[in-house]
């Protein structure tokens, strides 16, 4: 991944996170991905993340404004889960958590 700042800056995000290889994700996007990952991490939200323990920044991508974001997280979303998993793949092959890499 490309060396960034991940704090608020203008920039937005399109992440994906995993419970494990292969295993259960959820996408979503942010103009913060440290503190959205963060709440994540910590059961903030009640969404489905959090219920199967979808905690591992397994992928992200930056994209202008939100409005892209939002375009690349709906075609994120119509990815067949082998699409999926071959993007996953391609950037990230040992589905390492990513999270620890963008808060140092």
Known sequence: MEEEIFRPN?????????NTKYGLTYIGMTGDLIGKIYSHRKDVSRKISNRYKIHNLVYYETAK?????????????????KEKMELIDAKNPEWQDLYYKIIL
């Open 65 to 81: 404004d939100m409005t892209e974001a939002l375009k690349r997280k709906k075609c994120l979303k119509n990815l067949s889960r």
């Open 10 to 18: 203008g920039r937005s995000y399109i992440y994906i996170l995993a």
